[in-house]
Each structure stands twice: as C-alpha cells, then as structure tokens.
C-alpha cells in the first residue's frame, strides 16, 4: 500500500490538515506501507519531520496553481500509488479532480471517514450540506479529498530519514502571484471570545443586525456570521466562521438562523456549548448544537433581548 | 473575451431531503429545486465582467427540471445568449459526466472564460470547475471570490483558510470555480423577467465517451455526526426565558 499525500502550506509550514492526513495516511497504509509526500514549493527539512519515506519537493515558491497540477501530475506518472489524498481545501479543489479526472481514476470527496478492504477505498463523505451521509467505495489506485477532522489523528513528531526527491524548476505558469494577503492583524480577533452570536442567512434582513449586535453585547459577547451574511456585506470579513474564515472554540457559540453546512462546521464544531435557533427541525446544526429551539429568528430575537435585560436588571 | 457560465439547477438543502427507495439516491419527485448558490455567484461575475469590458457572457445549462426557465433568467440578468445542451444521462448528471458533455460545447462556441460555481450540494465525486478545466486542457483556480479585468486577461482572487488570499494575474483561457462574485448577485425585475421569457435558447446534443461509467454511491443514510440538540419548546418568550436561565446556571451569561 503506497500513499502520496499532497501537503497544503500556510506561512511556509504544512497545515494542522495536513499534518492530520499524514496520520491518517499511515494508520491506512499499515505495517509495511508507505508514505509519500508531495510538499511542493515548500521547506523538505520540515516535512522530514512528518515521518514520509519519500518527500517531493521543489524550490521554495508561493502556491501556484498551475505549477502545482504540473508536477502532481509528473510525480504520480513516475510512481504508482494506490491512493493519492488531498485535504478538502482550495489547493485540494485545484488540484484533485484535474489529477483524477487526466488518470481516469475514481474521486470520493468531502470524505469523513475513511477504510480500506482489499483493493478499495470506501469513504463516508458529507452531502446535501451536511444533511445526509454517502458511503460508496472505489477500487484503488483513487483519489481522496478528506475534511478536516476526518482522521482527528495528530501526526506527532516523527523520525526525520525521509529521502528528498528535489523535482527540476519548471517554465513559466499561465497564473502569477500578484499579492499574497493575511488576516489584518489589527482587526476584531474573534477567536480570542468566549461568547459569540452567530448570525446566519436566517436572519433574512440586514436591519435584524442591529438588534443582534446589542444582543451580543448585553451576552458580553462578539457578533460573527456564516458566509453569505459576509459576501452580502452586512458583517466584515474578519467576522467569518467556517472553513474559509476563522475557526473559533469560544465557551458559548449561539447560532441564529445557520443551517450548520459542512464548512460552517468546521469552524465552531468544538464549542463548549452550542445552542441553535431554526426554523428547519432538520438543520444539520442540530446534529452539532447541545440546545436548540426550532422558533423563527425573528420572534426569538427580541425575546431573547429582554429575557437577558430581565436577567441582569 | 467570451466567458461562458455553466448553470447548475440542485435540491434546496433548506428544504427536506429524502432518500429513494433504492437507498443510493435523493428522491427527486417532490424536491425544490434552485440555482446552484455559487452559479448564482458566477453569473453575477460573468454580467460584472460583460458590464466592465463588453464581454459576450453565454449562459449554458445540461438540459433537465429547470433549466429552460434558468437560462431565460440568465439572459434577464444580462447575458448575451444561453444555450442547452441534451444529452442521454439519467437526470441528476454526475460533475465528470457533465464535463464530457460541456467540454466540446463550450470549445465549439468559442469561450475563453469558463465560471461556474467552485461546488454543488451533491457533487461527492468531485468538481466540475476542475473537471471541466482537464477536459478542456486549460488552467484552473477554485475559491474564486472576485475577478477583473486586467492587462493581457485577469486578476482574481483566490481564498484560503484562515482568512488567507492570494491575488493572481491570470492569462486565458481559463476556468474558473467562483465562491462569491465581487458584488452580491442582483435582482431581476419582473418585467425583464417576462422580456426574457421569449428570449430564444440555442439548443445542441453531446454525448460522454463510450465506456464511460458514473461514480455512485453504495448508500446513503442520514447524518449521525455528533449529538442531537436538546430541543427547548414553548413560545418564543418561554424558549428565551428557559435558555437564558440554563445559561445562566452555567455561568454563560451576565458577567
Ligand atoms: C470552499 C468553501 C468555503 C466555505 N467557507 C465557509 C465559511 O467559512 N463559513 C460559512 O459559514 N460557510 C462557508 N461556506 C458556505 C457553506 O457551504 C454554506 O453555504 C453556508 O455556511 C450557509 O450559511 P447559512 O447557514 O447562513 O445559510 P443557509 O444554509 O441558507 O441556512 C439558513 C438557515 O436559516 C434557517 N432559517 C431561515 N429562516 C429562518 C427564520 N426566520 N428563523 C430561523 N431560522 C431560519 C433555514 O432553515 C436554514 O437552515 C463555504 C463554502 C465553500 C464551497
Ligand atoms: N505549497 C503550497 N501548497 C498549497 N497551498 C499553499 C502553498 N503555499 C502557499 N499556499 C497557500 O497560499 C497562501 C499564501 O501562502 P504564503 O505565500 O505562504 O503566505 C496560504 O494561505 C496557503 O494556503
């Protein structure tokens, strides 16, 4: 069982997910398996210490997109791996379905768990935004995009003799890097308070923002929102929860009008206590969530205001 | 530049979803149906492209529930032209299948932009921004959340996690997966909506290669991640007195 994962950067060093799928990878492969790593663009005296047998990597560079899908696609022609595995995350979205579909090889994504019997992989994988579970299986050689938390293993240190595979500069790519951003460090830190409001899209206006706010405040707490309050402007960005915004673990997190996606999940899913309002009976943020009511925002809101005023006049 | 949209109509997740009887499959009788959440995005996108460049926007859908009246709103949206593909997949057409189908359609009108929506509530075997872009032998870049127009083709921005971004200088052709447009998609009026009611949509056939076989699933079950919440009942005023009591107790209110 050979494995090849590719490893996702932030800053220069390979991801909490990354690191995660690097011990999952090894748990699949067992006794006598191996692990590979494409760590492209990145320092291979850091992944020595992922514990891989062999590590591709290549000059120091920022991700490319292109140049990346290059070389994967070079590196699994020369070697045969049974299973190829992608963190479900931007690069994972660019570069594993080109890798699958150019092969002719089977994908299985957003997988939460994973096993191998025999010559296939079988995978649960999320669907239906976190409302229903698929488990379907592959025959191997396949390629895997795995959600955070799926192998919840943590990669440790591991003995440093990987053997460094350094890959040629390749020609110029189609894309270039222009700008390289980071969260503005001068920005609310949302993942420093340990109560927060989160506003989802059932709120369904943007004056209910207003009144959440002062809830928020009257619960000494901060205001957050899932992605589409963020992508219509009604909360700053450095407000988001979930998989492209900040992952938050406050002592109390009170979801208002979320329907708990996936990647919303990924974000707050360890909360101490997570309470949720929705209409839906169904919304997967029950599956997550310790309390809950099925009550419309908009009715809740303004109860909950003056429960809490009552409280603490 | 010609930016071709793919649309894509999926269940409404907000709504019930139920499994088949066959236990591998959604039961699609009675599902509501909509627009994708990102193809929305890339649409909105593509009619910010046309609107900043005079771009030629065509709107293409897989034929299917919807698609026609989809199309149509498309063109009220402000597309140039819109365009159904038929093909002999049964009706929830898988992301690779859709990118055989898409790939000579969209090379025969001529695009050099291809944006779609970076996902879909039920594309488990994978993405057709991704897919499409291997077929077509073209670059692509996922988690798109803006794009313009810039000296020798594009510069959009890529998300990561974390609150990460990447801006990038990209030459065409292209595919792009769109998260979000760089403005929130617009309302269309009624009245254009009517207009385009009669708006004539080109219709071609393509087919998948021969041998080719969908991926699918051996079973599907509902979600059993994590604990079930503790539902709270009563009038609005009640459930906001009994939480802010339970909270209370456990320290998570007041100071
Ligand atoms: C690559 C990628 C990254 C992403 N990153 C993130 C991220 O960082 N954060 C994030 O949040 N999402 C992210 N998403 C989007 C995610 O998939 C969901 O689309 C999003 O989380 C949905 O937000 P929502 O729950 O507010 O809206 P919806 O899913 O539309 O849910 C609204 C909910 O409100 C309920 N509701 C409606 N009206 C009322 C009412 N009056 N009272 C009470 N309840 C009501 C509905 O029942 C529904 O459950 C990402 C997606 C992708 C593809
Ligand atoms: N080798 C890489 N593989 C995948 N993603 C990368 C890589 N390098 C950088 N990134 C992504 O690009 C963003 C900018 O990275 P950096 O240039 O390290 O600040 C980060 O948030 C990463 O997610």
Known sequence: MKILVYIDLQDGVPTALSRELVAGARRLAGQGGSIELALIGGDADAARKLGASRVFTSTPSPYDPVAHGAYLQGIVADNGFDLIVFGCTTSGLDLAPVLAFLNDLPLLSYCTAVRISGGTVEADSQIYGGKLVSTAEASMPAVLLVNAGAFSEDNGNQAGNAEIIQLPDRPQSSVRLVSANRPDPNAVDITKASRLLCVGRGIGEQDAIEEAREVADLMGGEIVGSRPIIDAGWLPKERQVGKSGRKVKPQLYLALGVSGAPEHIEGMGGAGTIVAINTDASAPIFDHAHFGAAVDVADFLPAFKEALARKAG | ?255
């Open chain 2, 1 to 255: 530049m010609h930016i071709a949209v793919v649309l894509r109509i999926v269940p409404d997740v907000t709504e019930e979803i139920e499994i088949a009887g066959n236990g591998i499959e959604i039961d699609r009788e009675w599902i509501g149906l909509k627009l994708n959440e990102f193809d929305d995005h890339a649409l909105e996108e593509a009619v910010l492209l046309k609107e900043s460049t005079g771009a030629r926007v065509t709107a293409v859908a897989l034929a299917g529930d919807g698609a026609e009246r989809q199309l149509q709103t498309a063109i009220a949206r402000g597309a140039d032209d819109a365009v159904v593909v038929n093909h002999d997949q049964e009706s929830a057409v898988g992301a690779r299948a859709a990118a055989h189908l898409l790939g000579s359609v969209l090379k025969n009108l001529g695009a050099d932009l291809v944006l779609t929506g970076v996902q879909t509530p039920e594309d488990v075997f994978g993405q057709l921004a991704p897919f499409l872009a291997a077929d077509l032998q073209w670059p692509v870049l996922n988690a798109i959340n803006g794009v313009s127009a810039a000296e020798g083709g594009l510069e959009v921005t890529q998300e990561y996690s974390g609150g990460y971004s990447s801006r990038f200088a990209v030459k065409l052709p292209a595919v792009l997966g769109i998260q979000a447009a760089s403005k929130p998609p617009r309302y269309v009026s009624g009245s254009k909506l009517r207009q385009a009611s009669t708006a004539t949509i080109a219709s071609v056939v393509s087919t998948v290669p021969d041998g080719f076989r969908a991926q699918v699933s051996t079973r599907l079950g509902a979600s059993q991640s994590g604990t079930k919440a503790d539902m709270i009942t009563g009038s609005a005023e009640q459930i906001a007195a009994k939480l802010v009591d339970m909270l209370a107790e456990r320290g998570l209110v007041g100071a």
